[in-house]
């Protein structure tokens, strides 16, 4: 399964703290490094180990590239701000070095921020506009359609879903970009991440960063897509989160609820047609992970554990990461008075602030945590679920021979692998069928002479 880390990481440095938007330091050596390169204000901001003051609307005046822009004070802490450019990227600035201004501030379009990325760091790449968002890609065009269907279904699916809450929202003041690579290893030239990340938005740059073609996918392709498209609905609601105005900007969300909410908006359905599912309908890949853990406690419940280790983390795991979007997707529909008042209370949390998670929890939801726990688990048991695992196309390799020999598998790397070993020299044939089961049926009766 995916991992995923939070949205910010911090570090203390002497007096001084190293904030890191998105998922993960760069750790590759300057000389390693080849175009393109994400830029070090993507990697961090520099800030004071100081309280965060808001910045209250400021404009100043700000040395960005050489070029002097208006740029509005997001946070500011210690002697420096963190200034809100109008490309929608984040930077710090020491307050000496910005000068106040009634100027005003006015966003880039979307023609602008593709012309700055496609002839600096992304030359070559080509790039894709809508309503909303510019895509930077040098993936397929079929990766991007699929992407783009996503994230333009996916947006007005939450805003209106916001808005009938009645928590207050707003177009976004930048265009949404998204940054596509071909393969895994120039996503990670671009970045270093962590094994098994294929998406991550950078809070930073406001960018969801991604790629087409996964390692994975020369072992379970239709699972490798699978994930690569539910995490990148995952990251994409991170986007449109920071940018409605439903999440400030920096602002430090108890972790289960901020990744377990990207989890209930963000389900996906590949059965006819890439696409997004809707907002609070079941997430197959969450759900199979939560029913295998089940089974391997033979259906015991962990004394309600699990599910106050989930709120009260400060980093999940891939377990972590089903329990936050369950724990989510019970709430939303059986504590919904609740759940509400508590998303408006976490909406209200400012850059740099932070809640703490636990006890933010019991003020709303109580200290139960057995009782709740059975109960998450008695709605998962109502939601009607296909297995993501066993309903992807499975392959049969029939060996005939003396003995017959089969062998069943969802991977065509295996397939290849087991027919150049065990079926060298002999007939075979390969069937596909549409899952296990079928897979296995047909295979029984085959071994049977049937």
């Not at 175009?35 to 309280?51: D, K, N, R, V």
């Not at 602008?112 to 790039?127: D, K, M, N, P, S």
């Not at 510019?134 to 065009?141: E, F, P």
């Not at 020299?425 to 390969?430: A, D, E, H, L, S």
Request: no cysteine; net charge positive.
């Amino acid at each position: 399964m995916i991992f995923r880390r939070s949205i910010l990481t911090v570090f203390r440095f002497g007096s001084f703290l190293l904030l890191f938007g998105g998922v993960a330091i760069s750790s590759v050596p300057a000389e390693e490094r080849q175009f393109p390169q994400a830029t070090p204000e993507e990697l961090g901001l520099l800030l004071p180990s100081a309280p965060a003051r808001p910045g209250d609307g400021r404009r100043v005046i700000v040395n960005h590239k050489d070029a002097l822009v208006v740029g509005i004070v997001h946070v500011e802490v210690g002697n420096r701000f963190v200034v809100l450019l109008p490309n929608g990227q984040l930077i710090s600035a020491k307050s000496d070095e910005v000068t106040p201004t009634e100027r005003p501030f006015v966003a880039a379009t979307k023609a602008e921020i593709a012309h700055e990325l496609t002839t600096g760091r992304f030359q070559g790449f080509r790039t894709r506009t809508t309503k909303r968002y510019i895509y930077v890609y040098n993936t397929s065009d079929a990766f991007a359609t699929a992407t783009s269907r996503i994230m333009e279904t996916m947006y007005p699916g939450l805003f209106n879903y916001f808005r009938r809450q009645r928590i207050p929202v707003e177009d976004p003041r930048f265009p949404l970009v998204v940054v596509m690579f071909r393969t895994q290893d120039e996503f990670e030239k671009y970045r270093s991440m962590p094994p098994g990340l294929v998406a991550y938005y950078n809070g930073l740059s406001n960018h969801v960063v991604m790629y087409e073609q996964s390692r994975l996918t020369e072992i379970a392709p239709e699972l490798a897509f699978k994930q690569s498209i539910s995490t990148i609905a995952h990251e994409g609601v991170h986007q449109i989160l920071h940018n409605i105005g439903v999440q400030q900007r920096l602002s430090r969300w108890p972790l289960w609820f901020s990744e377990g909410l990207a989890e209930y908006f963000a389900p996906t359905d590949l059965r006819k047609r890439v696409r997004w599912k809707g907002v609070g309908l079941v997430n197959d890949l969450r759900l199979h992970e939560l029913s295998e853990h089940f089974k391997a406690n033979r259906g015991k419940p962990t004394s309600g554990q699990l599910i106050r280790k989930t709120v009260e983390a400060t980093s999940l795991d891939s377990l972590g990461y089903a329990t936050s979007w369950a724990l989510v997707n019970y709430l939303a529909k059986h504590e919904r008075a609740n759940f509400y008042a508590y998303l408006r209370r976490v909406s209200k949390i400012g850059p740099l602030e932070t809640a703490q998670p636990g006890s933010l929890f019991t003020e709303f939801f109580g200290s139960d945590y057995l009782k709740l726990e059975n109960e998450v688990f008695k709605h998962l048991r109502t939601l009607p679920y296909v297995d993501p695992i066993a309903n992807q196309t499975h392959y049969a390799l029939l060996i005939f021979g003396k003995k017959r020999q089969l062998m069943i598998t969802s991977s065509p790397q295996q397939l290849q692998l087991y027919k150049r070993q065990q079926a060298k020299g002999k007939q075979f044939q390969i069937k596909a069928f549409p899952n296990r089961s079928t897979a296995q049926q047909v295979g029984r009766r085959w071994l049977q002479g049937r």
